[in-house]
């Protein structure tokens, strides 16, 4: 089956670091990809709709100038926490929508962010 | 309003026995897209089972099954024979046609199974 590739599963860093995460599509062409924030116990929060070669679309309350995403090719796109502090911590994870298809989206193993 | 309402913050159910999920919608979008989606606390999301508003049966994939009944609009996943490994987070999504392939969430159910 179609499967999607997070990256890094697992982050810890200093306040002020800026953290990139990847989302590949490992075997399909994803020319739209979504990042999503989860906290404790919560359902996924929509941050941003990703558009290969046009700017994302974020959601009402995300900064973008916080959160940087490029989406430059058909199979990849990235997700950067700028200066990010304890606040950021969270759990991310992005899944993608296959072009070829109307399957439903599939999701990276998610990322957690922890800054201290 | 585009929304997904779960009921159930949280569900014991005995091993082999069956669960119901529960999962109510709204949307003006005559064409929409249901989905269960399977959270372990490993925390990867995993599709379990799709509905779409135009199918005329109901969808089931092994021992998942979806109870669509639109005219409530409700899709509840059925869960049959459950097994230990079955104790995740359950989430049920909507994606209407006009949401350019956005997932509305439901706020999610844990389901513990029991020995």
């Known amino acids: 089956g179609a499967v999607v590739s997070q990256h890094p599963s697992r982050v810890i860093c200093k306040s002020g670091t800026s953290v990139k995460i990847e989302c590949r599509s490992l075997?399909?062409?994803?020319?739209?990809m979504f990042w999503y924030r989860q906290f404790p116990k919560k359902s996924l929060m929509l941050m941003a709709t990703s558009n290969e070669g046009s700017k994302a679309t974020y959601e009402q309350g995300v900064e973008k100038d916080k959160f940087l995403i490029n989406h430059a090719s058909l199979t990849l796109s990235t997700l950067t926490v700028t200066s990010a502090h304890p606040e950021d911590s969270s759990f991310y994870i992005c899944?993608?929508?296959?072009?070829?298809?109307?399957?439903?989206?599939?999701f990276g193993d998610g990322t957690r962010l922890s800054i201290l | 309003a585009q929304k997904i309402t779960q009921t159930q913050p949280g569900m014991f159910v005995q091993e082999k026995e069956a669960v119901t999920l529960d999962c109510t919608y709204d949307?003006?979008?005559?064409?929409?897209?249901l989905f269960w989606y399977k959270q372990p606390s490993s925390g990867e999301m995993i599709f379990l089972i799709y509905?779409?508003?135009?199918d005329q049966q109901n969808a089931t994939e092994g021992r998942y099954s979806l109870n669509f009944q639109k005219a409530r609009k409700s899709a509840n996943l059925v869960i049959s024979a459950s097994q230990l490994g079955d104790s995740a987070m359950y989430f049920c999504?909507?994606?209407?046609?006009?949401?350019?392939?956005?997932?509305?969430w439901g706020a999610g159910t844990k389901l513990i199974i029991k020995p």
């Open positions: 509905q779409g508003s135009y």
């Open positions: 949307t003006s979008d005559p064409s929409y897209g």
């Open positions: 899944s993608a929508r296959d072009d070829s298809n109307n399957q439903p989206q599939h």
């Open positions: 075997d399909f062409q994803a020319t739209t």
């Open positions: 999504a909507m994606s209407p046609r006009r949401s350019n392939y956005q997932l509305i």
